[in-house]
């Protein structure tokens, strides 16, 4: 399975990518949650070229060192027998689960961080700048902070030991389940408040995106809710309500955020007012 992995992971991972991505757009046009404020052609073409680019830098990166890929760290460690994972005689099944919550919880503590440290934050803000949220914000991170996020979660699987296997399965899962949590759809109340038991929803994470400091600081997780519950970082609903709530950042509630080139420089120049401190004011 992992020599499968080696040689296919990529495909079978885009694969998934597209396939969720697919269903997830469908499921939006059918079932809107929120009627969308700025042009959905110039949206979609900013978050895709901007998603396109990650993956060019990614691979660059690849290019330019060591295979930078969480999966190559964990094929490296496994074949070093580098890490806890790779130390204990545990059955494999509950190494992966151990694996599967240790980079979930590695990854809402990363959110976390891109809120409270001012240069982090300047990355992040590409993503909030957003002012609709739907399956293409999911994909909406700037290429340095899909780096540092790479680099990050290397920096978890080679002490943790995890398997490429579990890797395999993380990135798969916090991929579609991004693009699920931030599809603009209208899940039955009943249905979001059982699935919202587990896993994050839309309507909860929805919130994260509000542009009031203290429910855009609340719900980080992007796979299960638990984090945020345990470290008591949830918030339940909008002040505003779901309709009538405003997404986005407060000194960008204009069509700046739906440009390309506009939104890659938007950590380098110079932060207007509010964006760094996202004041409750402005909310």
Not at 195 to 206: K, S
């Amino acid at each position: 399975m992992d020599g499968f992995l080696g040689q296919s992971d990529g495909v079978i991972r885009f694969a998934m990518f597209a396939g969720v991505f697919l269903l997830m757009a469908l499921i939006e046009l059918v079932w809107p949650k929120r009627t969308l404020s700025v042009s959905k052609q110039r949206r979609w073409l900013t978050n895709l070229g901007i998603s396109l680019t990650d993956s060019i830098v990614l691979r660059l990166m690849a290019m330019l060192a060591v295979p930078v890929a969480a999966i190559a760290a964990a094929f490296y460690v496994q074949a070093h027998q580098i890490g806890l994972l790779n130390n204990v005689s545990w059955p494999a099944w509950i190494k992966i689960v151990v694996a599967l919550l240790v980079l979930d919880l590695a990854i809402w503590a990363q959110h976390l961080v891109s809120h409270k440290v001012p240069v982090f934050w300047r990355l992040h803000q590409v993503h909030h700048a957003d002012r609709d949220i739907d399956v293409t914000t999911a994909v909406r991170f700037h290429p340095v902070e899909i780096g540092l996020s790479m680099l990050w979660k290397i920096v978890v699987v080679v002490p943790l030991g995890a398997s490429p296997l579990a890797v395999f399965l993380f990135e798969v899962i916090l991929n579609a389940c991004a693009m699920f949590n931030h599809a603009n759809v209208a899940l039955p109340a009943r249905v979001d408040g059982v699935l919202r038991l587990f896993v994050v929803t839309p309507d909860m994470h929805r919130v994260h995106h509000s542009v009031i400091r203290r429910e855009h600081d609340s719900n980080y997780g992007f796979n299960l809710s638990l984090w945020d519950r345990l470290f008591r970082t949830y918030t339940a609903q909008p002040e505003a309500g779901h309709q009538g709530m405003t997404i986005g950042l407060p000194p960008y509630q204009s069509e700046a955020p739906t440009r390309f080139g506009w939104s890659l420089w938007l950590p380098f120049g110079q932060q207007a007012s509010g964006a760094r401190n996202r004041d409750e004011a402005s909310g």
